[in-house]
């Protein structure tokens, strides 16, 4: 199976300032379509997952400008420019190039 | 609106059954590649399984630890999917989410609120 590695595991953020969460996959994400199957979602206190970013960088409707997604092959990063206290939540990668299907084992972000 | 309603979650003891289910609406459910996830307490998300529509051949694809236990279908006519769960473990509790994807590449693009399973003695 792939593995899905994130770091850190948690995150504490003071509200305006940034946010950086890794996923490193053990395999590449790469596929042959030239698509890159890795996705961001977040799962906020008592409610479901909900979809971030997919393939690496694209924003999926709704979601704000702050949060980014760069990568390539093995290594990815969320950022976020200026932390919201409504961003609280617990961030997950996910592959989908490899079944079965993996996701990293979350990051916790907390607010200062 | 697209709206995913799991039902069916309960207490069961190792070894029992159950079958979830999750009432789909607002979306063409027949062409839609579903998917069931589950969050294990103290660990993270965990993906379960996906079946494909009926125009794609209702492929079924299963996580390793629950291959051969359980079986995800559908009924297009009820835009409803399931989930058998045989022969359950006590590492098989916690949270099952269905969700909708939204895309060929495995955009989970719509989730519903979740089912509790819980295995116990």
């Known amino acids: 199976d792939v593995v899905m590695t994130q770091t850190p595991l948690s995150l504490s953020v003071t509200p305006g300032q940034p946010a950086s969460i890794s996923c490193k996959s053990s395999q590449s994400l790469l596929y042959s379509d030239g698509k890159t199957y890795l996705y961001w979602y977040v799962q906020k206190s008592g409610q479901s997952p909900h979809l971030l970013i997919y393939?690496?960088?694209s924003r999926s409707s709704g979601v704000p400008e702050r949060f980014s997604g760069s990568g390539s092959g093995t290594d990815f990063t969320l950022k976020i420019s200026r932390v919201e206290a409504e961003d609280v939540g617990v961030y997950y990668c996910m592959q989908t190039i490899h079944l079965p299907w993996t996701f990293g084992q979350g990051t916790k972000v907390e607010i200062k | 609106e697209v709206q995913l309603v799991e039902s069916g979650g309960g207490l069961v003891k190792p070894g029992g059954s159950l079958r979830l289910s999750c009432a789909a609406s607002?979306?063409?459910?027949?062409?839609?590649?579903m998917n069931w996830v589950r969050q294990v307490p103290g660990k993270g998300l965990e993906w379960v399984g996906r079946?494909?529509?009926?125009?794609?051949?209702?492929?079924?694809d299963y996580a390793a630890p629950v291959t051969g236990r359980f079986t995800i279908s559908r009924d297009d006519s009820k835009s409803t999917l399931y989930l058998q769960m045989n022969s359950l473990e006590i590492d098989d509790t916690g949270v099952y989410f269905c969700?909708?994807?939204?895309?060929?590449?495995?955009?989970?693009?719509?989730w519903g609120q979740g089912t509790q399973v819980s295995v116990s003695s």
């Open positions: 969700a909708w994807q939204t895309d060929f590449g495995g955009r989970l693009g719509f």
């Open positions: 607002g979306f063409s459910f027949n062409a839609a590649w």
């Open positions: 079946i494909k529509s009926k125009l794609s051949g209702e492929t079924r």
């Open positions: 393939e690496v960088s």
